[in-house]
């Protein structure tokens, strides 16, 4: 995935963590939810 393709991206996941969401790991969305301070 290309700079352009992750700034473009409408997920806010792929956006923040910088990289596909095919690549995401259980402790990316931990640091999203702790980075934007979000609740259960």
């Known amino acids: 995935?290309?700079?352009n393709?992750?700034?473009l991206?409408?997920?806010e996941l792929?956006?923040?963590l910088q990289k596909p969401a095919?690549?995401?790991t259980?402790?990316?969305i931990i640091?999203?939810?702790e980075a934007?301070?979000?609740q259960r």
Do not use: E, H, Y
Request: charge should be neutral; proline fraction near 4%.
């Open 1 to 3: 995935m290309q700079t």
């Open 14 to 16: 792929v956006q923040f």
């Open 31 to 33: 640091k999203f939810i």
């Open 9 to 11: 991206n409408p997920n």
């Open 26 to 28: 259980r402790d990316d």
């Open 5 to 7: 393709d992750i700034l």
């Open 22 to 24: 095919r690549d995401f």
């Open 36 to 38: 934007k301070s979000l």
